[in-house]
């Protein structure tokens, strides 16, 4: 049996090859097109069994692709989806799990090294030429890091930091081991473990239960010389509360890569912080990362077409 798809999201004519092997016939539409003014979606691709992209959600009409039946998106959160006509029309649905831990873990190293080696303090003294010595440097030796989380890029980037003799611990709804984590703890305890944490890493989906999970009192209670970063979901710190315990001499550092407006407005105070270290929603990328995806993408593909369950559902109930 042969099975439609589009495609908004660009691969390689090889990895394309790869595809209609699958017995797959892909039409490639690029995803800007989908938010142009009075889009339409040609005729001939109304009945597509097979839609793989991020967000064509804007110029789509689920209602009018009738055979429409997998939807395998490219990205790891899905709150931009229309869940409730998914759900309605019955159309299984998949996202992105496990291809981003690698470059999203390689940047957590990236952003703690800068913060503990004092990089912005080097680089300004560097545009002045200005030769000044800082003393006051930090190992991650021998560090408590705090994972919000257990899933992928937790365990992943727990992997990495093992390799600076770094304690790591993990915030979970239950304590099962965890591969690379030393000691996985309730979230139930967070207030108890946040003071005695070194570093914190969130890693937690956006959901009902995770907004706001650090408020400014949670901020306030931990260490004055902790490294705060995020790299999941904005919505997970009170960005108010968190500019203002910056202002109040809060933290060795904070790294962002995510917020709860994006993009980050150009007058928030965030951005002229001395110890804030912001990229825009950027740790996903590397030279391997889209390969990475295309892989996961193909697996769901064979998956589908065999008759076979897809990995990485989409639990719109749980929220990941």
């Known amino acids: 049996m042969a099975y439609k798809a589009l495609f908004t999201q660009p691969y390689s004519a090889a990895e394309m090859q790869r595809v209609a092997e699958l017995g797959i016939d892909a039409t490639y539409i690029d995803e800007s097109a989908f ?26 009409d689920l209602d009018q ?16 989806v229309p869940a409730g006509d998914i759900q309605r029309l019955g159309i299984d649905i998949a996202h992105n799990v496990g291809a981003t831990r690698f470059p999203i873990s390689e940047w957590v190293l990236c952003q ?18 200005q030769w000044q010595v800082q003393t006051d440097i930090l190992e991650l030796t021998g560090k408590t890091v705090t ?56 890693a937690l989906p956006a959901t009902k239960e995770t907004f706001h999970l650090l408020n400014g009192d949670r901020l306030r209670a931990m260490k004055d010389t902790a490294a705060l970063v995020n790299i999941s979901r904005g919505t997970v710190i ?59 993408v193909y697996g769901n593909l064979a998956h589908f077409v065999r008759g076979e369950p897809v990995e990485h559902p989409v639990h719109f109930d749980r929220g990941y």
């Open 35 to 60: 938010s142009e003014p009075g889009f339409s979606l040609p005729e001939q691709l109304r009945d597509i069994d097979l839609l793989v992209g991020y967000n064509p959600f804007v110029g789509l």
């Open 65 to 80: 692709l009738p055979a429409l039946k997998f939807i395998q998106l490219v990205s790891v959160g899905f709150n931009h």
């Open 112 to 129: 703690l090294l800068q913060i503990y080696k004092k990089a912005k303090v080097f680089c300004r003294q560097q545009q002045v030429h």
């Open 147 to 202: 994972f919000l989380g257990a899933g992928n890029i937790a365990v992943e980037t727990a992997r990495k930091l093992k390799a600076f003799d770094c304690h790591t611990q993990a915030l979970n709804l239950n304590e099962d081991p965890v591969e690379n984590i030393d000691e996985v703890i309730d979230i139930a305890r967070i207030d108890e473990v946040l003071p005695h944490s070194d570093i914190v890493i969130s």
């Open 238 to 296: 009170d960005q108010q509360a968190l500019t203002e315990v910056l202002r109040n001499g809060k933290f060795r550092g904070v790294a962002l890569d995510v917020f709860e407006q994006e993009p980050l407005d150009a007058g928030d105070p965030l951005w002229d912080m001395e110890n804030v270290y912001i990229t825009p929603h950027n740790a996903i990328f590397s030279d391997l990362s889209a390969s990475r995806v295309f892989e996961l």
